[in-house]
């Protein structure tokens, strides 16, 4: 805590040495600031709108960008150790690391408006297929989210708050908020890290033991595509497709992962984003997010 380390007096004084050319100087204000967190922020933003000198300016900003994206570092590190039980949340912390300021209550809430859509057109007398029929047409129909295809590789696409916004995404990212939806209203649809793309499994073990063997592979009913409107298709359409990449199958390929798997799935999509577009720093910033993983 801030009243352990040192006083506002002392803090004040810190910041004061902001302005100072020596290197030396600045790198050590910036570990104690650093050390300091999040409770130096509201004392930095008020000396930014006092600083007179651009270069104090600047040196303000990166810090409060290193401790806002330290923070978010380490809660999804803790997010991991802890089993990485919560999708949503590890979706938004992802998109923290690059919005700091995002709004979660208004990602929440919409997409809890998007499950209440869903749910008010469910009943217990439907089949699987057409729960994901009820889905899809809330989804990609009434809600009008799709896969951004003419503009594929912006970074934009893999982060939840901005496809909440433009209503577009990739394949990654849109299953990921399709399987939140559907986990909520207790729909058995899981990631499945399949090379090259990500599909939706929809995992039930009695009901796959009577589904054709062109479809079904043990425990799972059928594969989703959401990048693709929500299309439904069996195990050999993911045979054919590893066959046209020249990928061997691997039992991995037809099975739902983890949510740790899925959260660094996007968070490699996103190093691969940035490095497309040219923006070296941003692809720097998301490998030392990557790291986590490693």
């Avoid at 425990?219 to 595509?225: E, S, T, V």
């Amino acid at each position: 805590m801030k009243s352990d380390m040192m006083d506002n007096n002392q803090l004040h004084a810190l910041i004061q040495l902001l302005d100072d050319p020596d290197e030396g100087v600045y790198s050590h204000v910036k570990d104690k600031l650093m050390e300091l967190g999040l409770e130096a922020v509201p004392y930095l933003e008020n000396n930014w709108e006092l600083a007179e000198e651009i270069l104090v300016q600047q040196r303000i900003e990166n810090l409060i960008h290193s401790i806002k994206s330290n923070d978010v570092y380490q809660q999804l590190k803790n997010w991991k150790e802890n089993g990485g039980q919560n999708l949503l949340n590890g979706a938004i912390l992802v998109a923290k690391y690059q919005y700091h300021n995002i709004d979660e209550e208004k990602i929440r809430s919409k997409i809890n408006q998007i499950k209440q859509d869903v749910w008010i057109e469910l009943n217990d007398d439907l089949t699987a297929f057409e729960k994901i029929k009820v889905m899809n047409h809330i989804l990609f129909n009434l809600h009008d989210f799709n896969g951004n295809k003419d503009d594929f590789h912006n970074p934009k696409n893999s982060f939840l708050n901005r496809v909440i916004d433009t209503k577009k995404g990739t394949p990654l990212s849109i299953g990921v908020l399709y399987a939140i939806i559907a986990q909520g209203l207790d729909i058995p649809v899981y990631g499945v890290n399949l090379p090259h793309h990500f599909i939706l499994a929809y995992e039930d073990e009695f009901l796959a033991n009577f589904a054709p063997e062109e479809m079904a592979t043990p425990g799972i009913l059928f594969y989703i595509n959401t990048f693709s409107g929500g299309v439904v298709f069996g195990k050999q359409d993911i045979l054919e497709f590893l066959k046209q990449i020249n990928v061997e199958p691997k039992e991995e390929y037809f099975k739902p992962c983890s949510n740790i798997a899925i959260i660094k799935r996007m968070i490699t999509n996103l190093c691969y984003a940035y490095e497309k577009v040219g923006k070296s720093e941003k692809e720097i910033h998301f490998k030392h997010l990557l790291s986590l993983f490693k």
